[in-house]
């Protein structure tokens, strides 16, 4: 196991108050996470799982970046150029993400909102469809399951998708699910297998006393590690479908339309997800600007949602990186008497759709101290090698 020098004398419980079935364990932890997001929650779940004494600091689990994410699990429509390495990372948490899921909510009894319904590149316009059409090819090339689409067979699949559409794609093996679900799901199993949760922000790792810390910070890991993480705003908005029923949509919707990008996001109890805005600030306003351009390329695409109900419009701040890569592995150089540090954070767009791989590779890399040799492109020190 990765592990720190052992406590000085004296030394105790990291300043807070622990919950949980794990709060009363004798002794510092095996491993405390900084960061109750997914990737914080799922990793503490699968380190407990090996037997480890796990601790989460975090003023409130599941309130920042994952509140205000959609749950596309797409690793095919969300597969850019120059990322080929991030992409076979998402095909492998793809992959996982079935039988985690059964998992989860086998384990906690909740529904965590996942359906297998894939999704559709739909483009408006000429020039939506040459960059539609641009990405799609690329997409084939690296042999990802994706098929070009015409216009009436978009609208097979979606009669009430807008008759001016130009074609797109279709993504069967793209996924979803309800983040806010799965963020309640985690903590419960994560309590259930013994992790404690103490409600106090960290500012210092130095302070920190355990074998191992995790740093499942989000942009916040930036400030903690000196590594290069941002924030990056993100705008998002949620509709309902009048009179409780369920959206008139089932596909996740990827849209191209007058050249702004929208995604759609339908769930079985009426709730649509209109997102997102991709914006270098790190305030977390909602503009009216951002409303304005969602909703328009949103009811552009689907003519129908102009009568569904707004009914939340939130903005939250995504960990990005240079290479829009995730930051995970160990990080060698700590201060005589630290604790050993690993860090996963830098998800950027795909902090959901990565939960699995990295909560897996990370308690891995805990508890045997050997690194998986698919974390080798995402380490920490890949920055600053010459």
């Known amino acids: 196991m990765l592990t720190g020098p052992g406590p000085a004398p004296g030394s105790g419980r990291a300043p807070g108050s622990a919950t949980g079935p794990g709060a009363g364990?004798?002794?510092?932890?095996?491993?405390?996470?900084?960061?109750?997001?997914?990737i914080g929650l799922a990793t503490a779940w699968r380190c407990a799982a090996?037997?480890?004494?796990?601790?989460?600091?975090?003023?409130?689990?599941?309130?920042?970046?994952?509140?205000?994410?959609?749950?596309?699990?797409?690793?095919v429509a969300e597969s850019h150029f120059g990322e080929a390495e991030l992409t076979r990372l998402m095909l492998d948490s793809a992959a996982r993400w079935p039988a985690f899921a059964e998992e989860l909510s086998a384990r906690t009894g909740q529904d965590i909102g996942y359906r297998t319904d894939g999704t559709l590149v739909v483009a408006l316009t000429a020039d939506d469809i040459a960059e539609a059409r641009r990405l799609v090819a690329y997409q084939r090339e690296l042999g990802l399951p994706i098929t070009r689409q015409t216009p009436a067979e978009l609208r097979d699949r979606e009669p009430l998708l807008a008759p001016r559409l130009a074609g797109g794609g279709y993504a069967p093996d793209d996924h979803q699910v309800d983040p806010r679900r799965l963020s309640a799901a985690l903590r419960a199993a994560a309590e259930s297998a013994g992790v404690g949760f103490v409600p106090a922000p960290v500012t210092d790792l130095a302070s920190l006393d355990a074998g191992t810390v995790v740093v499942a910070a989000g942009y916040a890991a930036g400030q903690l590690t000196g590594l290069p993480v941002r924030p990056v705003k993100g705008q998002i908005l949620r509709l309902r479908a009048p009179d409780g029923a369920a959206p008139g949509f089932r596909h996740v919707i990827r849209g191209y339309a007058d050249g702004r990008s929208v995604y759609l996001v339908p769930r079985r109890d009426g709730e649509v997800v209109v997102g997102a805005t991709v914006?270098?600030?790190?305030?977390?306003?909602?503009?009216?600007?951002?409303?304005?351009?969602?909703?328009?390329?949103?009811?552009?695409?689907?003519?129908?949602?102009a009568e569904y109900d707004l009914v939340e419009a939130g903005a939250g701040l995504r960990p990005g990186t240079p290479d829009n890569a995730p930051i995970i592995g160990a990080l060698p150089d700590r201060p005589e008497g630290a604790a050993a540090l690993v860090v996963a954070t830098g998800?950027?767009?795909?902090?959901?759709?990565?939960?699995?791989?990295?909560?897996?590779?990370?308690a891995d890399l805990v508890a045997t101290g050997v690194p998986d040799p698919a974390l080798a492109p995402f380490a920490p020190d890949r920055f600053t090698r010459p």
């Open 25 to 38: 364990s004798v002794g510092r932890p095996d491993v405390l996470v900084v960061g109750g997001g997914p």
């Open 50 to 75: 090996r037997g480890l004494r796990v601790t989460v600091h975090d003023p409130a689990p599941g309130s920042g970046a994952v509140a205000v994410a959609a749950g596309m699990l797409s690793p």
């Open 279 to 305: 914006e270098e600030r790190s305030d977390q306003a909602v503009t009216a600007g951002g409303v304005l351009g969602l909703l328009r390329a949103a009811t552009d695409l689907l003519p129908e949602l």
């Open 347 to 362: 998800h950027h767009r795909h902090g959901v759709l990565l939960t699995p791989v990295t909560a897996e590779l990370v």
